[in-house]
Nanobody, 122 residues
């Protein structure tokens, strides 16, 4: 079993930046692809970004491309999401997830964190 814990969320003004962290524990953290998803009130959970276990392949949602960067440090069992030029529409609970392949659908991920709130004011 893999346990995931997100941190780094908070309240920022539009145009500001935040860096989210997801600390993992359990079996073979470095062998999983790691994804970030987000969910706003009344909306479905949506894909944000994903990174291959080696860090060699990344994929981003069009809505965040060019503004967000996903990275990982396997030695620390941690994945990061650097968020720049934040917009009010980025407001959501952000979740990290672990899965077997680089895909954008929630159904392909096996483990999920509890989420961290990101609020962007205008």
């Amino acid at each position: 079993q893999v346990q995931l814990v997100e941190s780094g969320g908070g309240l920022v003004q539009a145009g500001g930046s935040l860096r989210l962290s997801c600390a993992g524990s359990g079996r073979s953290f470095s062998s999983y692809v790691m994804g970030w998803f987000r969910q706003a009130p009344g909306k479905e959970r949506e894909f944000v970004a994903v990174i291959r276990w080696s860090g060699g392949r990344t994929l981003y949602a069009d809505s965040v491309k060019g503004r967000f960067t996903i990275s990982r440090d396997n030695a620390k069992n941690t994945v990061y999401l650097q968020m720049n030029s934040l917009k009010p529409e980025d407001t959501a609970v952000y979740y990290c997830a672990a899965g077997p392949m680089v895909v954008t659908s929630t159904r392909n991920y096996d483990y999920w964190g509890q989420g961290t709130q990101v609020t962007v004011s205008s």
